[in-house]
């Protein structure tokens, strides 16, 4: 079994920073990637931030371009994304998600993020 544990998510002000933190356990050798998905109420889930496997760069949803940055530690299964310059619009649950090398993705239980003007 894979697990996925977010840490980090709570309530910030517009211009604000949080930083988030996930962990995999279980039987895993490596992810092909590990990244961060949100959803807001009423929207669809969208990806936020992807962290590859190997010396490819990391990418972005345009809407949290030059604020959010993901980092990582593949060896250790471990992903962060930095928020900063939070806005309104940035509130939603985070998933952290790590897709395998044969497709399977697992998922976090979710952690909010509420972004209050």
């Known amino acids: 079994q894979v697990q996925l544990v977010e840490s980090g998510g709570g309530l910030a002000q517009t211009g604000g920073s949080l930083r988030l933190a996930c962990a995999a356990s279980g039987t895993i050798f490596s992810f092909k990637a590990l990244g961060w998905y949100r959803q807001a109420p009423g929207e669809q889930r969208e990806l936020v931030a992807n962290?590859?496997?190997?010396?490819?760069?990391?990418t972005y949803a345009d809407s949290v371009k030059g604020r959010f940055t993901i980092s990582g530690d593949h060896a250790n299964h471990t992903v962060s994304l930095q928020m900063n310059n939070l806005k309104v619009e940035d509130t939603a649950v985070y998933y952290c998600?790590?897709?395998?090398?044969?497709?399977?993705?697992?998922w976090g239980q979710g952690t909010q993020v509420t972004v209050s003007s």
């Open positions: 962290f590859p496997n190997g010396n490819i760069s990391p």
């Open positions: 998600v790590g897709e395998s090398w044969v497709g399977n993705q697992y």
